[in-house]
């Protein structure tokens, strides 16, 4: 399985930025793609950003062209840069591995997928 740890959140004002980190450890090599979520009190755990291991990208609308995700696959860390912050931006955001693995059932490999999760990290944003 995969351990993640996220960190850099905290609070700050209407504009200015954080980034968060995410590191993976365990079975780094069973990784299919990184993540990013988040979730507002009361609410669902909605995608923000995610990242496959062919470098495909996806955003949620709400934070096009404000948040950028990345990775530095030598530290087993993902990133998302969250610039132009806003009030309605605060939720714990969590990290979120896509994962699997084969097993051999008879002389069949059968594929075992399964997603980990990080603890989440709050980030406040203030008017």
């Known amino acids: 399985q995969v351990q993640l740890m996220e960190s850099g959140g905290g609070l700050v004002q209407a504009g200015e930025s954080l980034r968060l980190s995410c590191v993976a450890s365990?079975?780094?090599?069973?990784?299919?793609?990184m993540g990013w979520y988040r979730q507002a009190p009361g609410e669902q755990r909605d995608l923000v950003a995610s990242?496959?291991?062919?470098?495909?990208?996806n955003y949620s609308d709400s934070v096009k062209g404000r948040f950028s995700i990345s990775e530095d696959n030598a530290k087993n860390t993902v990133y998302l840069q969250m610039n132009s912050l806003k009030p309605e931006d605060t939720a714990v955001y969590y990290c979120?591995?896509?994962?699997?693995?084969?097993?051999?059932?008879?002389?069949?490999?059968?594929?075992?997928?399964?997603?980990?999760w990080g603890q989440g990290t709050q980030v406040t944003v203030s008017s």
């Open positions: 979120h591995a896509d994962a699997g693995y084969g097993d051999w059932i008879g002389s069949e490999k059968v594929y075992y997928p399964y997603d980990d």
């Open positions: 365990g079975s780094i090599s069973e990784i299919e793609g």
């Open positions: 990242i496959s291991n062919g470098g495909m990208i």
